[in-house]
């Protein structure tokens, strides 16, 4: 059976404002799937929701038919990045260590397999020589790689990224994708905010677009339909083809 996650009418409210609108909603392992829609979308709140980070109103989030909030130590989560303390006093060890923690428990020592593996996702986003560097001390892209080390380390199947590519150099981008597209050919749930519709949203295999209710979901194309865009974005997104975009004032 292939992975999956699957969300069942779910809606979320923050005191008075009304963020999500029963979403129905499968997202399959194996694939590459970015979720799109304005800002204030409700796109971070269905992230949150879907890892049990926030209260929700109503519906429920399966991972392979068991409750998803059951299931934690499979899931790794990079929040977006104005929504993390980057004067916290931590190096870049230390940050792809914490993705060890969930295999080895607090207060243990590592081991030397989950040394070996911190160390071999330091390796794959090209970050080993910052290996004492404070993250504060990071440029935005590095950072990026530096949480995304340490989600592999903590050897998860689902991998939720919360706009990654704000504030990053192209080689950055690019190094992230080719580690995204590998983990979803191995298999795993990759599942990445992108609020920005140009050339880069051509490496996602599926989207999710969002305006507080579910708009499409599903094959890319078939989600970057112009009345599909025209219902998120109120007519302002004009979408021409896979190699031309142009964002209307
Ligand atoms: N902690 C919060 N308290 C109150 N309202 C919030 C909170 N977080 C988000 N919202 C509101 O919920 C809606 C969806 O926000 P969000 O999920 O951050 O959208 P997006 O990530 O798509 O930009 C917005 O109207 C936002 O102002
Ligand atoms: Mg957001």
Redesign the pocket.
């Known amino acids: 059976m292939e992975s999956a996650i699957n969300i069942n009418n779910l809606s979320v409210s923050?005191?008075n404002?009304e963020?999500?609108r029963g979403i129905n909603l499968n997202i399959s392992a194996g694939k590459l799937t970015g979720m799109i829609?304005?800002?204030?979308?409700?796109?971070?709140?269905?992230l949150?929701a879907i890892l049990g980070l926030?209260n929700i109103n109503n519906g429920q989030v399966f991972y392979n038919n068991k409750a998803l909030i059951e299931q934690r130590k499979i899931v790794a989560y990079v929040p977006?990045r104005s929504q993390i303390d980057w004067t916290y006093p931590a190096t870049v060890w230390d940050v792809v260590m914490m993705g060890r923690i969930t295999k080895t428990g607090w207060f243990k020592r590592f081991s030397n397999v989950s040394k070996q593996k911190a160390l071999n996702a330091l390796e794959k986003v090209e970050m080993t020589p910052f290996l004492n560097r404070p993250i504060g001390q990071l440029s935005g892209g590095q950072q990026q790689r530096v949480f995304l080390a340490r989600s592999i380390a903590q050897e998860a199947e689902i991998f939720c990224f919360?706009?990654p590519f704000v504030g990053v150099d192209q080689r950055t981008e690019a190094i992230i994708f080719n580690i995204f597209h590998k983990l979803a050919e191995s298999g795993k749930i990759v599942l990445v905010?992108n609020?920005d519709l140009g050339e880069s949203i051509t490496n996602f295999d599926d989207l999710i677009l969002?305006n507080?209710e579910l708009i499409a979901a599903g094959n890319r194309q078939e989600v970057l339909k112009q009345e599909n865009l025209d219902q998120a974005y109120n007519g302002k997104v004009m979408f021409f083809n896979e190699n031309d975009y142009n964002l209307a004032a």
């Open positions: 923050y005191r404002i963020a999500l829609g304005p800002n204030g979308a409700g796109k971070s709140t269905l949150k926030i977006q919360d706009e905010v609020h969002l507080k």
